[in-house]
């Protein structure tokens, strides 16, 4: 397998662990005073790691000579590297747009949720492509 290949599935399971703690912090850890800046601190390396493993696979991809979007894998990975930035500046409007902050708010943590469902099923069909499971 090469080593880009490898590179891209650890880096988005390790994304993925990431930004769960990002959303487990946010959900139980609220009566804790230092849970928003380990919120956005998990949150915001996550989204670095998914576009790190978004360029490690644009290279593998380039290197090989092949199409960028052969398979819906990829599509859903472009989806989920968007949806990424999206939660990320959802989650910070949401403290300087005071008369949107509730409506805000509710978009990012819907927004948060899809994003970690759509990771985690992204990493299984990837596991599959490559023919793990």
Not at 5 to 17: D, E, I, K, Q, T
Not at 53 to 80: C, D, K, M, N, W
Request: positive net charge.
């Amino acid at each position: 397998m090469p080593l880009l290949l490898r590179v891209h599935g650890g880096l988005m399971v390790l994304a993925f662990a990431i930004m769960l703690t990002g959303f487990i912090v946010a959900r139980y850890m609220k009566p804790k005073r230092w849970w928003l800046k380990l919120h956005k601190t998990a949150e915001i390396t996550g989204a670095c790691v998914i576009c790190a493993a978004l360029i490690a696979i644009i290279l593998q991809i380039t290197l090989a000579g092949r199409s960028h979007f052969e398979v819906p894998h990829a599509y859903v990975g472009a989806v989920i590297a968007l949806l990424s930035l999206i939660t990320l500046t959802l989650g910070f409007m949401q403290f300087k747009i005071r008369g949107a902050a509730e409506k805000l708010r509710n978009f990012h943590r819907w927004s948060g949720r899809i994003t970690l469902l759509l990771i985690f099923i992204n990493i299984l069909v990837g596991l599959d492509l490559i023919g793990v499971i």
